[in-house]
């Protein structure tokens, strides 16, 4: 098992930067295929992009060019670094992970319901 803790969120003028983070801690010692999501006032989640145990990286085609996914391993984090935001960003954003057992299809690092372990969310609110 493995507990996830997000931070980074803030409040931020359209245009403007946010790296969030992802701290694990527990079994971090097992193959992982992590993702982020985030969820808008009464919308659904909704992923935003995924990595595998081996670092392929698959992007949301909506959010290709500016979110950025990468990971520390010494750290045991994965940052989402976020550029030019929008005030449709506006949302509380989750990182996710799973143990990478079989195979993972593109598909799955955007279905909330793949992933097991989930931290508590981290606000974002970009403003006009």
């Known amino acids: 098992q493995v507990q996830l803790v997000e931070s980074g969120g803030g409040s931020v003028q359209a245009g403007g930067s946010l790296r969030l983070s992802c701290a694990a801690s527990?079994?971090?010692?097992?193959?992982?295929?992590v993702g982020w999501f985030r969820q808008a006032p009464e919308k659904e989640r909704e992923g935003l992009v995924g990595?595998?145990?081996?670092?392929?990286?698959y992007y949301a085609d909506s959010e290709k060019g500016r979110f950025t996914i990468s990971k520390d391993n010494a750290k045991n984090t994965l940052y989402l670094q976020m550029n030019n935001l929008k005030p449709e960003d506006t949302a509380v954003y989750y990182c996710?992970?799973?143990?990478?057992?079989?195979?993972?299809?593109?598909?799955?690092?955007?279905?909330?319901?793949?992933?097991?372990?989930w931290g508590q969310g981290t606000q974002v609110i970009v403003s006009s």
């Open positions: 996710a992970a799973d143990l990478c057992g079989g195979l993972w299809y593109r598909w799955y690092f955007f279905d909330a319901k793949k992933f097991a372990y």
């Open positions: 990595m595998n145990s081996r670092g392929t990286i």
């Open positions: 527990g079994n971090t010692g097992s193959s992982y295929c």
